[in-house]
């Protein structure tokens, strides 16, 4: 399967937890993303990297979430200090953005479903 | 504030028949549109893409309408399948600068056999 994945699928943790989360996009994807989605809802950005830099990040990215892209390639989302309303499906996107006036077209990731007890 | 929206929550229709999901945006500097489809439990998957310098675009069974003069999109499905069934958002982007995709609340799209 050569789309984007995200590991763990599902993460049950207790309040006040650390947790991370692993996406690997699609190979050769210059840009990945993170959103938030929750019950009912539109995905939410959340950040998003070009290669290994950081170009963006929301203000819904607090400072518990931090959020890697060493090698320009997989990405790690760590969430410290877990409230439960952090719940949510956290979802990844990889894009290839070549010439600046080329589309920008995002492809998802299954999600990690984080619920906080 | 600026933002996308649908004006049907939940659409029902039978095998067969076509169907039309609407979409307002208010961002009149928004260049390029998607629509996506997402079943339970899974993230959302691309559908089509429209830019702004297009009113229509067709795919497989479904084509997006860009109405730039009362900034609406809408997606029609021909010949609705119950695989079809499905929450569809349309999202917004500004291709230059930020690249962050703005969602609506989505449509829920129910085709019965």
């Known amino acids: 399967d050569t789309g984007v994945s995200q590991d763990p699928r599902h993460k049950i943790t207790k309040r006040g937890q650390n947790v991370t989360f692993r996406c690997d996009p699609i190979?050769?994807?210059?840009?990945l993303y993170w959103y938030r989605q929750t019950l009912g809802q539109g995905p939410e950005f959340l950040t998003y990297?070009?290669?290994?830099?950081?170009?963006?990040k929301s203000r819904l990215l607090s400072d518990r979430f931090s959020a890697e892209r060493p090698k320009g390639s997989f990405s790690t989302l760590e969430i410290q200090r877990t409230e439960q309303g952090d719940s949510a499906m956290y979802l990844c996107?990889?894009?290839?953005?070549?010439?600046?006036?080329?589309?920008?077209?995002?492809?998802f990731g299954p999600g990690t479903r984080l619920t906080v007890l | 504030g600026e933002s996308v929206g649908l004006h049907l929550p939940t659409l029902s229709v039978q095998e067969g028949d076509n169907s039309i999901i609407n979409c307002a945006y208010s961002?009149?500097?928004?260049?390029?549109f998607i629509w996506y489809k997402q079943e339970s439990g899974k993230g959302p998957q691309f559908i089509i893409d429209?830019?702004?310098?297009?009113d229509k675009r067709q795919g497989q069974r479904v084509t997006v309408l860009l109405n730039k003069t009362v900034k609406h999109l809408s997606l029609q499905i021909a010949a609705t399948q119950p695989g079809d069934s499905a929450v569809y958002f349309c999202?917004?982007?500004?291709?230059?600068?930020?690249?962050?995709?703005?969602f609506g609340k989505g449509t829920m799209l129910l085709v019965s056999p």
């Open positions: 996107a990889s894009s290839l953005k070549g010439h600046p006036t080329s589309t920008d077209t995002q492809y």
């Open positions: 190979s050769e994807h210059n840009r």
């Open positions: 990297f070009q290669n290994e830099a950081q170009l963006e």
């Open positions: 961002n009149s500097a928004s260049d390029y």
């Open positions: 429209i830019r702004s310098n297009m």
């Open positions: 999202a917004e982007n500004r291709n230059s600068g930020y690249s962050t995709l703005t």
